[in-house]
C-alpha cells in the first residue's frame, strides 16, 4: 500500500519515516525495502524488539517498551519533535 506511493514520488536523498509498532508491519517493511532501493534516507520509529524494521533503516529510533500504547504515544512525540525541528531547520517555528 505504502510502496506504490513512494514509487510513484520518492527519489533518492528524500527522507522516508517509517513508524511500525511491532517494527514487522508487511506494508511497512516492503516500503522501506523500496525506499532502500531508490536511495532514500530511512528513519524507522518501532517498539517491542525493534522487528524487521530495525534492520531495514538507516536510523532507528527504538521505543523500547511492551506496551503498544506507550509505544505508540512514544511514537507521537518522536514525530513531533521531528516535525519541528524540520520547521526550525526552514526557519519556520
Do not use: W
Request: aromatic content about 4%; charged content about 15%.
Amino acid at each position: 500500500v505504502f510502496s506504490e506511493q513512494l514509487a510513484c514520488h520518492a527519489q533518492a536523498g528524500d527522507v522516508v519515516i517509517a513508524i511500525s509498532g511491532s517494527g514487522n508491519s508487511k506494508n511497512v517493511l516492503k516500503a522501506l525495502e523500496l525506499a532502500n532501493r531508490l536511495g532514500c534516507e530511512t528513519v524507522g520509529i518501532s517498539g517491542f524488539q525493534g522487528g524487521q524494521l530495525k534492520a531495514l533503516v538507516k536510523h532507528h529510533i527504538h521505543v523500547p517498551d511492551g506496551h503498544m500504547g506507550r509505544i505508540e504515544d512514544a511514537q507521537l512525540i518522536v514525530c513531533h519533535v521531528l516535525v519541528y525541528g524540520f520547521m526550525d531547520a526552514e526557519g519556520c517555528g
